[in-house]
C-alpha cells in the first residue's frame, strides 16, 4: 500500500506562482504514470499533466507553457510548478500514482485546494 501526502496549495493572486509536492510513503520501483488532476466545483475530475516511468510527459492543453510536472527519485516525490496562474485554474489538485507488475495499483492523495484571485 502506498499512501500518497500532498501539499503546496493555497491562495494566490492571478499571475502568481505555486509549486504542489506529492510525496509517496515509500520506494515505488513500478511507476507506470504519476501525475495531477484537479476538479474545480460542478466539474469533472481532469487531468492536468502526468509523467511516465521513462520521463514522458503529457499536459492538459489549458496549461500547456505554464505548468511542469517534475519528480525527485531520491525523494519518492512529484512535482507541479505552476506559473502564470489564472482563477480558471482555481481546483482540488490531487496527486495521481499508478503502478503496474505484481500488485499494480492506482493510488491517490487526499487533494490540495488551489485558489486563484482576479
Known amino acids: 500500500q502506498v499512501q500518497l501526502v500532498e501539499s503546496g496549495g493555497g491562495l494566490v493572486q492571478a499571475g502568481g506562482s505555486l509549486r504542489l509536492s506529492c510525496a509517496a510513503s515509500?520506494?515505488?520501483?513500478?511507476?507506470?504514470?504519476m501525475g495531477w488532476y484537479r476538479q474545480a466545483p460542478g466539474k469533472q475530475r481532469e487531468l492536468v499533466a502526468r509523467?511516465?516511468?521513462?520521463?514522458?510527459?503529457n499536459y492538459a492543453d489549458s496549461v500547456k507553457g505554464r505548468f511542469t510536472i517534475s519528480r525527485d527519485n531520491a525523494k519518492n516525490t512529484v512535482y507541479l510548478q505552476m506559473n502564470t496562474l489564472k482563477p480558471e485554474d482555481t481546483a482540488v489538485y490531487y496527486c495521481?500514482?499508478?503502478?503496474?507488475?505484481?500488485?499494480?495499483?492506482?493510488?491517490w492523495g487526499q487533494g490540495t485546494q488551489v485558489t486563484v484571485s482576479s
Open positions: 509523467m511516465t516511468g521513462g520521463g514522458t510527459t
Open positions: 495521481n500514482w499508478r503502478t503496474y507488475g505484481l500488485g499494480a495499483g492506482e493510488y
Open positions: 515509500r520506494v515505488i520501483f513500478s511507476t507506470l504514470t
